[in-house]
């Protein structure tokens, strides 16, 4: 049987105005950003881009840390009035570690 794409498309009528909407809404948040911060949009997201979680599991259990802070981070989380995030968290311990033999 020959493979055939089919275009399904279910929207609602409310769609287009609510996909406006959160549109709207991101844009007023970027501006809000960028007028507290004191920094363009661009550069507020390449720099907090470069911030990453890794997440470590193992016999143990699980362990999430994240990159170092740099000044310009900090900076922005300052003027943003938000607390960074903390350099380690989400640890759970495993009960009973695995059996490795």
């Known amino acids: 049987m020959?493979?055939?794409?089919t275009s399904v498309r279910t929207t609602r009528s409310g769609t287009p105005r609510y996909h406006v909407i959160l549109c709207w809404l991101a844009l007023l948040?970027?501006?809000?950003?960028?007028?507290?911060?004191?920094?363009?949009?661009?550069?507020i997201r390449d720099e907090l881009q470069r911030q990453h979680a890794v997440t470590w599991t193992g016999p143990a259990g699980t362990f999430r840390q994240v990159t170092d802070l740099t000044k310009p981070q900090?900076?922005?989380?300052?003027?943003?009035?938000?607390e960074p995030p903390r350099r380690s968290s989400l640890w759970t311990r495993r009960s009973q570690p695995p059996d490795l033999h």
Not at 29 to 43: C, D, F, H, K, Y
């Open 74 to 82: 900090r900076d922005i989380y300052t003027a943003l009035n938000i």
């Open 2 to 5: 020959p493979y055939v794409k």
């Open 29 to 43: 948040l970027m501006r809000v950003a960028e007028n507290t911060a004191g920094r363009p949009w661009a550069r």
